[in-house]
């Protein structure tokens, strides 16, 4: 199996593990561990996350199907990359308040540029 295909799939388990440990957390720390709305918007931060680990895994068979195409590949990789930073940066806001600038906003357009080069990749193969 391509090296790229093993760190997407295990890229997803990991997103996937912490995204269900992520999920226990917000149902059931006490409201003081929140930020105002912080509850709420780590909820919509796993969401994300969860989705995006599901994504990449159909990315992976998609690749170990059709074999590793660039722009696929490329999809995958922008992927995990913004998933981490997308989450990241939500779960730093949700949990202590902290807004690092343009983390979340540049892990949203990255999964966004994601999905497109996705769509072109699947076109051309």
Do not use: N, Y
Not at 13 to 33: I, K
């Amino acid at each position: 199996m391509p090296t790229v295909v093993r760190f997407l799939l295990c890229f997803a388990a990991l997103a996937a593990f912490s995204g269900v440990m992520g999920g226990a957390l917000t149902a059931h720390l006490p409201d003081r561990f929140f930020a105002e709305g912080g509850r709420e918007m780590a909820r919509q931060a796993i969401q994300m996350q969860m989705w995006h680990a599901l994504a990449i895994i159909g990315i992976s068979v998609l690749m170990i199907q059709q074999g590793c195409r660039v722009l696929v590949s490329v999809s995958g990789c922008l992927m995990a990359v913004g998933t981490v930073l997308f989450s990241t940066g939500v779960a730093l806001t949700a949990f202590w308040g902290i807004h690092p600038g343009p983390v979340a906003p540049t892990g949203g357009s990255m999964l966004m540029l994601a999905w497109l080069i996705l769509a072109v990749g699947v076109m051309r193969s």
